[in-house]
């Protein structure tokens, strides 16, 4: 795919008059999406993202609901978020489809980036994210109200893993694979219905939390966001598996897995324990925190993994994801530890 040709086209699309003088790679590869550092002749900058992954219709989606997140944010989050270009006051997308190739774009004005924090947080950095993720997640709960509408659930998600299954059995494996996921998948639909899910509360939430996505300031407040990949409507606890990521005791890794292990971690009690002080919490979202990994891991890692991730780490997780990670769900979490923890019943 000449990705330089699908951004000059989208760009002209968006504003002929405007010229091109370069347009540089900056992305992470650990993806199938690009992102593009696009200088122009004047010298002004913009970055592009072209992404492959997915349906073009709920990336289009996602970004208008972003856009009224990012707009309607009060102080101290109002300036936060990426922003998207606009174009007749909507934010513009540009779809190109030639072929068997379909790809879309999105530019935004290029985010300011002060502090990324340490690899591996100490007990003060902990504390502080966890006052900070409580605080964002009050804030996205007062506006949830004056957003576009979503069309992506849970349900609608592992219900198209479903699908898949049993059109597409050959992609996963042998059948045993197959009944695994099935089984899986199931598994997570009945115990939806255990934890008074009606009672959660449906924000804006960007699930990939990795340090490389965000920047704090001086003081360790969150300060600005990007990196859109998996945002979605949904509950605050979808957050929360990469946050457990972030404060663990190994820290960021350039080699990375998905195990359970760093939601059972004392310093993501620590994390919570901040978090609930900001943005109480109930046990039974605590309970539903390993559906919450159920679903990330049926999800992002079985269902879209081949078509988010670039092959190398797709191989890896999906093989990890049959291995160790689904087999882990049932084992070894324990959400009695965190309830107590935090004096919840």
């Given amino acids: 795919m000449d990705y330089s040709l699908i951004i000059n086209k989208a760009w002209e699309g968006y504003d002929a008059s405007k010229h091109i003088k370069r347009i540089e790679d900056i992305s992470a590869m650990v993806s199938t999406n690009r992102v593009f550092k696009i200088t122009f002749e004047d010298d002004d900058i913009i970055i592009a993202k072209l992404s492959l992954f997915g349906k073009y219709e709920h990336f289009k989606e ?59 947080l100490k007990e003060e950095h902990i504390r502080k994210l966890g006052q900070q993720v409580g605080k964002f997640h009050k804030a996205c709960g007062r506006i949830k109200n004056v957003l576009p509408k979503s069309s992506k659930t849970l349900r609608t998600d592992i219900y198209s893993l479903l699908h ?144 988010f991730f670039s092959e190398q780490y797709a191989q890896k997780l999906q093989a990890e994801a049959f291995d160790l990670y689904l087999p882990s769900v049932d084992r070894d979490f324990n959400p009695d530890k965190i309830i107590k923890a935090l004096n919840l019943k």
């Avoid at 944010?73 to 006051?89: G, R, V």
């Avoid at 939806?192 to 965000?214: A, C, H, L, Q, T």
């Avoid at 003081?219 to 859109?228: C, G, H, I, T």
């Fill in 164 to 307: 898949q299954l049993e059109i597409n059995e050959e992609d996963f494996g042998s059948a045993m694979k197959v009944d695994f996921l099935k089984y899986h998948c199931e598994t997570f639909l009945r115990n939806r219905s255990k934890y008074n899910m009606s009672s959660f509360e449906i924000i804006p939430v960007f699930i990939d939390w990795n340090i490389g996505n965000f920047s704090v300031d001086q003081n360790m407040n969150l300060y600005s966001r990007w990196d859109y990949d998996w945002f979605r409507m949904s509950y605050r606890l979808l957050d929360f598996y990469f946050l457990s990521r972030v404060v663990s005791d190994v820290g960021d890794r350039t080699v990375f897995s998905y195990g359970i292990n760093t939601l059972m971690e004392d310093r993501f009690i620590m994390f919570l324990e901040e978090y609930h002080q900001v943005n109480p919490l109930t046990a039974n979202e605590i309970r539903f925190l390993k559906e919450a990994y159920r679903f990330f891991i049926l999800n992002y890692v079985i269902k879209d993994g081949k078509h």
């Fill in 62 to 120: 996602d970004h208008r609901i972003i856009h009224a997140l990012s707009n309607n944010l009060l102080y101290p989050f109002e300036s936060f978020l990426a922003k998207s270009l606009l174009k007749n006051n909507r934010v513009y997308i540009f779809r190109y489809k030639h072929g068997n190739e379909d790809a879309w774009v999105v530019f935004y004005n290029p985010t300011r980036i002060m502090e990324r924090m340490p690899r591996r």
